[in-house]
């Protein structure tokens, strides 16, 4: 059985033209409006969206930029050093699959003996990339997800103090 050549829509409406209909023309309408403003494009809702999450990020590397050395840093109340050091010796000393999915952190690939730098690094990083978005109101998948990656690993060592994120 064949699918119908014209739409649901058109056959509800009771439209019997037989001949499909050539695909809008690209380019502005006759309003002047751009093809990225038309109606159906759902633009403001994204610039909405997109800075209203970067701003959420941004507050949020900015508290940790504040806290960090304080909290989790290496003189901190809780050093995340001394908790991914327990995480990997609860894992007989290996840091594998286990590890990384009991504790997801890009901080196992870095060397821990300057945490206080790492940490101002990535919240650093997290405010510069999220203050681009915001000043912008444009991003990507790779901006994105490194400010999801960026925020996950410092929530992960973050203990107690940041344990709301998990």
Same mark, same amino acid.
């Given at each position: 059985?064949?699918?119908?050549?014209?739409?649901?829509?058109?056959?509800?409406?009771?439209?019997?033209?037989?001949?499909?209909?050539?695909?809008?023309?690209?380019?502005?309408?006759?309003?002047?409006?751009?093809?990225?403003?038309?109606?159906?494009?759902?633009?403001?809702?994204?610039?909405? +969206?997109?800075?209203?999450?970067?701003?959420?990020?941004? %507050?949020?590397?900015?508290?940790?930029?504040?806290?960090?050395?304080?909290?989790?840093? *290496?003189?901190?109340?809780?050093?995340?050093? +001394?908790?991914?050091?327990? %995480?990997?010796?609860?894992?007989?000393?290996?840091?594998?699959? *286990?590890?990384?999915?009991?504790?997801?952190?890009?901080?196992? +690939?870095?060397?821990?003996?300057?945490? *206080?730098?790492?940490?101002?690094?990535?919240?650093?990083?997290?405010?510069?990339?999220?203050?681009?978005?915001?000043?912008?109101?444009?991003?990507?998948?790779?901006?994105?997800?490194?400010?999801?990656?960026?925020?996950?690993?410092? %929530?992960?060592?973050?203990?107690?103090?940041?344990?709301?994120?998990?």
């Amino acid at each position: 059985m064949a699918a119908p050549e014209e739409s649901l829509r058109r056959r509800k409406a009771g439209d019997a033209d037989p001949q499909p209909r050539s695909p809008p023309a690209q380019g502005p309408d006759p309003a002047g409006c751009p093809d990225r403003l038309r109606e159906g494009t759902f633009w403001l809702t994204r610039i909405v +969206l997109l800075r209203a999450l970067a701003f959420v990020y941004f %507050v949020a590397f900015l508290v940790a930029l504040h806290q960090n050395k304080q909290l989790i840093g *290496d003189r901190g109340l809780l050093p995340c050093r +001394l908790y991914l050091e327990s %995480v990997r010796q609860h894992f007989q000393g290996r840091v594998g699959w *286990d590890a990384w999915s009991y504790a997801p952190t890009a901080f196992w +690939l870095l060397d821990w003996s300057h945490m *206080d730098t790492s940490l101002d690094a990535f919240a650093v990083l997290g405010l510069g990339i999220s203050f681009f978005v915001l000043v912008t109101g444009c991003a990507n998948m790779v901006l994105m997800a490194a400010l999801w990656v960026l925020y996950l690993s410092l %929530v992960n060592v973050g203990q107690v103090w940041y344990s709301f994120g998990k």
